[in-house]
């Protein structure tokens, strides 16, 4: 049997769908598709899971609560102003130093800080807390609050790329389910032909597992490979993470909402030097995905949450155990920043949950629930497919600058 | 060889869902029952050395490299031992999974270091990882639970990476004087991961009591012997209650709440459940996690009892293909297919790191995801298929035709096996077979 004879019209077919013709014919020269006209949906949406669970209380400290300097001690930093000392946000809170790029976003009114927050459940586990985040809902699910709310976003003519984009090594939760989503990870040393692509994609084709994988990371890759600079695919790290998720996202035609993720955040021990690292880690990703992103930045939300917030007092390793009230983000363009949202608990006697943990007074889903009906512009609809039997938690407004 | 296209479906069962995946100089007997059980009840190999070692490493040994870096790390041209340490000692425990001829045991050694799972993301556990696999787990993988509990809660290594070694009673003469206190990540992870599961409704409160339990738990790195060492300035004074369980102080009550909770009956369902998991699908039938959690319960925890109770499951037979295999999976039955000399094991390191399965690299302290939702994503499978190119051109003499009866005997799908006859080289023909769908999975 004539291999081409089996072969070359398969490739023929799918290899044009997924981009993978002009890879094979002119490797990664741009792909020769007619320039797709200006989308009515500008509006791009960015989450970072920081894994681990942030101490909301050391990225953004309640200096001005009388309880505060005692009950945190050696984790307290200096008051602003002073040496070494957290940036001010306006008299109460001060946010860590590491953070600056956050701050001068927070300065240009591009950040909107919501503290006291937690997600809807209870529970001190990481596993089972970030499941519950993911899936937005109070059990593990199959599928992400994410996915499920692509499934309201229509198709747009001339994208080339999916509507959602994870960025990384793993597909999370957050961004699994119905919807198809594409990928991104640097790649790695020498590859293989483009034909032996197309084989190996029609081998996998009609695998009702693997074939959709297959499909969609070839498809990924035409794309990327399409729009991103050398320089930009080899380094790794989150910081270029982010910046290739601004580039992707920034493109007319690629993405316009992407999930992204990073760890280190489980300081159960010296935390005041190890949460250096993470957190300049962000901020450095943060403000790589504000420049790689361009003028889309300014029809961008970003929404940076973790599973749980970590106990107020240290714990015997100047560290922090596993607490409830957190910290979360929200960045961008379209942002109605430069304050903190914080319907503030307090954390004397009596206030703390359970003795230990900074009480929520704000549900996470409100806040997703807000990005999705006004900067996403989704229906009621797709909010309850989104975040299900969650209809008394009301979207929150004002999250956006109009 | 016994291998050809006619061989039992049987054999080729044990040797991907049971075993490490066929090599073609261990074929599989006749009697595939008879040998995966013989891999039970016969006494283990031993583990290869890491090379250039001529005893086996100790944690005592991996303490002292961590000292000895620690105290030299300011000259200028020291060169750090534990590092390379590392790389030697993941190097070693991938060549025992490559070459070994009991790959039942071996796989038995996987999923349970990945139970008690450690992790290098603590830097100290590079030096001691090792050690651990061949103390705390190996020789109890056919022993009971709670002998393997107790062992690997004790290791330095897991003292390390969930923090014990640093947790004081803050009642304690230590805690007094250095005004020191809890940790409780070794608690709560031996409560949610090793033992009873969340199911199983145990409170904050039970995990603060069992963290005041730990406490006196830690390691000692300056005067020999070097290792584990109960400290009793440490350890939190007077009893303490978990799930109504009530331990006085000390540390043989340390022991007998780590017995007691490896002997309980939501340990023994959880334990049940992860077996099932991994040796007959993602979702397993409710029936099969009952005959396992009976066999357990009935044995006071018995693991060779268990692990020749799967080998019994009609359901880990009768369903081939059920589970797609992780990243480590996959390359060590790519090189074992290959027919690997023991001296690539690096290159097994190097392709488990390019999956994002590096060797001891856990994100986190309830191990690698055991189930294809956790590593079915697109990248993920261009990558596979792009490491089974570059595995291929190390080997470019086979032929992948022979070996795909070998590999995947009458799983074999007609259009894997025509694609790799049209293959234009040797390389594209055993990048296929490794790239196929049928040997993505177990």
């Known amino acids: 049997m004539s291999k081409t004879s089996l072969h070359l019209p398969r490739l023929g077919r799918r290899g044009l769908l997924l981009g993978l013709s002009a890879m094979a014919v002119a490797g990664q020269a741009r792909l020769a598709l007619a320039q797709p006209a200006a989308t009515p949906q500008e509006a791009?949406?960015?989450?970072?899971?920081?894994?681990?669970?942030?101490?909301?209380?050391?990225?953004?400290?309640?200096?001005?609560?009388?309880?505060?300097?005692?009950?945190?001690?050696?984790?307290?930093?200096?008051?602003?102003?002073?040496?070494?000392?957290?940036?001010?946000?306006?008299?109460?809170?001060?946010?860590?130093?590491?953070?600056?790029?956050?701050?001068?976003?927070?300065?240009?009114?591009?950040?909107?800080?919501?503290?006291?927050?937690?997600?809807?459940?209870?529970?001190?586990?990481?596993?089972?807390?970030?499941?519950?985040?993911?899936?937005?809902?109070?059990?593990?699910?199959?599928?992400?609050?994410?996915?499920?709310?692509?499934?309201?976003?229509?198709?747009?003519?001339?994208?080339?790329?999916?509507?959602?984009?994870?960025?990384?090594?793993?597909?999370?939760?957050?961004?699994?389910?119905?919807?198809?989503?594409?990928?991104?990870?640097?790649?790695?040393?020498?590859?293989?032909?483009?034909?032996?692509?197309?084989?190996?994609?029609?081998?996998a084709h009609d695998d009702p597992l693997l074939g959709p994988a297959v499909m969609e990371g070839l498809r990924a890759r035409g794309f990327a490979a399409d729009r991103l600079d050398d320089g930009l695919r080899k380094a790794g790290g989150f910081p270029s993470l982010c910046g290739i998720a601004g580039r992707l996202l920034a493109d007319p035609a690629g993405p316009r909402v992407a999930a992204l993720e990073t760890g280190g955040w489980d300081t159960h021990s010296s935390q005041m030097s190890r949460l250096n690292y993470p957190l300049r880690q962000l901020d450095e990703g943060l403000g790589s995905l504000k420049a790689q992103l361009g003028s889309a930045w300014q029809h961008t939300a970003v929404l940076v949450m973790t599973e749980f917030g970590r106990t107020v007092r240290a714990n015997g390793n100047q560290g922090t155990d596993h607490g409830t009230g957190g910290v979360a983000f929200l960045l961008g363009g379209a942002i109605a920043g430069g304050r903190v949202a914080a319907d503030w608990p307090g954390l004397g006697a009596g206030k703390l949950l359970e003795d230990r943990d900074l009480q929520p007074t704000v549900d996470l889903r409100e806040i997703a629930k807000g990005l999705l009906r006004d900067h996403l512009r989704l229906p009621a609809t797709a909010l309850e497919a989104a975040f299900p039997d969650s209809r008394e938690v009301v979207p929150k407004g004002g999250l956006l600058a109009t | 060889m016994g291998h050809d296209a006619g061989m039992l479906p049987q054999g080729i069962l044990a040797a991907i869902r049971f075993g490490l995946g066929p090599r073609p100089d261990q074929p599989v007997p006749a009697d595939a029952v008879a040998w995966l059980k013989a891999q039970i009840r016969d006494p283990a190999l031993p583990p290869p050395l890491p090379e250039g070692w001529e005893r086996t490493p100790t944690a005592a040994d991996g303490l002292a490299m961590l000292r000895q870096d620690q105290m030299n790390r300011a000259q200028p041209d020291y060169q750090t031992l534990v590092p390379a340490f590392y790389r030697l000692e993941a190097a070693a425990l991938m060549?025992?999974?490559?070459?070994?001829?009991?790959?039942?045991?071996?796989?038995?050694?996987?999923?349970?270091?990945?139970?008690?799972?450690?992790?290098?993301?603590?830097?100290?556990?590079?030096?001691?990882?090792?050690?651990?696999?061949?103390?705390?787990?190996?020789?109890?993988?056919?022993?009971?639970?709670?002998?393997?509990?107790?062992?690997?809660?004790?290791?330095?290594?897991?003292?390390?990476?969930?923090?014990?070694?640093?947790?004081?009673?803050?009642?304690?003469?230590?805690?007094?004087?250095?005004?020191?206190?809890?940790?409780?990540?070794?608690?709560?992870?031996?409560?949610?991961?090793?033992?009873?599961?969340?199911?199983?409704?145990?409170?904050?409160?039970?995990?603060?009591?069992?963290?005041?339990?730990?406490?006196?738990?830690?390691?000692?790195?300056?005067?020999?012997?070097?290792?584990?060492?109960?400290?009793?300035?440490?350890?939190?004074?007077?009893?303490?209650?978990?799930?109504?369980?009530?331990?006085?102080?000390?540390?043989?009550?340390?022991?007998?709440?780590?017995?007691?909770?490896?002997?309980?009956?939501?340990?023994?369902?959880?334990?049940?459940?992860?077996?099932?998991?991994?040796?007959?699908?993602?979702?397993?039938?409710?029936?099969?996690?009952?005959?396992?959690?009976?066999v357990l319960w009935n044995s006071g925890g018995d693991l060779a009892a268990a692990a020749e109770a799967l080998v019994d499951l009609p359901e880990a037979w009768d369903r081939p293909l059920a589970k797609l295999r992780t990243p480590q999976d996959f390359v060590l039955a790519s090189m074992r297919i290959l027919g690997a000399a023991p001296e690539l094991a690096p290159m097994a390191v190097s392709g488990v790191a390019s999956l994002n399965q590096a060797v001891w690299l856990a994100p986190a302290p309830i191990g690698w995801p055991d189930s294809a939702e956790g590593w079915l994503h697109p990248e993920g499978m261009i990558r596979r298929m792009e490491l089974a190119y570059s595995l291929a051109g190390r080997f470019s003499r086979l032929n992948p035709n022979e070996l795909v009866p070998i590999a995947l005997g009458p799983l074999a799908r007609q259009e894997t096996i025509r694609a790799i006859k049209g293959a234009g080289s040797v390389r594209d023909g055993l990048t296929l077979l490794l790239a196929s769908p049928e040997f993505q999975r177990r």
């Not at chain 1, 894994?51 to 209380?57: I, K, M, N, Q, V």
């Open chain 2, 95 to 294: 060549q025992g999974s490559l070459t070994t001829a009991m790959p039942f045991r071996e796989r038995l050694v996987l999923f349970w270091s990945n139970h008690l799972s450690v992790s290098v993301r603590e830097g100290s556990v590079r030096a001691l990882a090792g050690d651990y696999v061949r103390t705390a787990i190996r020789p109890h993988v056919t022993g009971r639970f709670e002998d393997m509990l107790v062992a690997a809660i004790r290791h330095p290594a897991m003292l390390y990476y969930l923090n014990q070694a640093s947790s004081v009673g803050p009642n304690s003469p230590l805690g007094q004087r250095q005004r020191r206190g809890l940790n409780e990540n070794l608690a709560r992870e031996v409560l949610e991961l090793h033992t009873l599961s969340p199911v199983s409704g145990y409170t904050q409160a039970d995990v603060t009591e069992f963290a005041r339990l730990l406490t006196g738990l830690r390691v000692e790195t300056a005067n020999e012997p070097l290792g584990s060492r109960f400290w009793p300035t440490a350890h939190e004074p007077g009893a303490k209650t978990i799930l109504g369980q009530r331990f006085e102080e000390g540390p043989e009550q340390i022991d007998a709440a780590l017995r007691w909770l490896a002997r309980h009956e939501a340990t023994h369902r959880h334990l049940a459940l992860k077996l099932a998991r991994h040796f007959v699908a993602d979702a397993p039938p409710p029936a099969v996690i009952d005959r396992l959690f009976a």
């Open chain 1, 44 to 203: 791009r949406l960015v989450v970072v899971l920081l894994r681990g669970a942030l101490d909301g209380l050391a990225a953004v400290q309640a200096y001005g609560d009388a309880d505060f300097a005692a009950l945190r001690g050696p984790l307290a930093l200096p008051e602003p102003g002073n040496e070494e000392g957290l940036l001010d946000l306006g008299g109460f809170f001060g946010l860590h130093p590491t953070l600056a790029q956050v701050h001068e976003m927070y300065r240009a009114n591009q950040a909107l800080i919501v503290h006291a927050a937690a997600g809807s459940y209870r529970t001190r586990s990481h596993f089972d807390a970030q499941d519950m985040l993911e899936s937005g809902a109070s059990e593990r699910l199959s599928s992400g609050w994410l996915n499920r709310a692509l499934e309201a976003i229509p198709d747009r003519p001339g994208a080339d790329a999916r509507t959602g984009l994870a960025v990384g090594l793993d597909m999370p939760l957050l961004l699994r389910g119905k919807v198809p989503v594409g990928m991104y990870a640097s790649p790695r040393g020498g590859r293989p032909d483009p034909d032996l692509y197309a084989r190996f994609a029609d081998l």
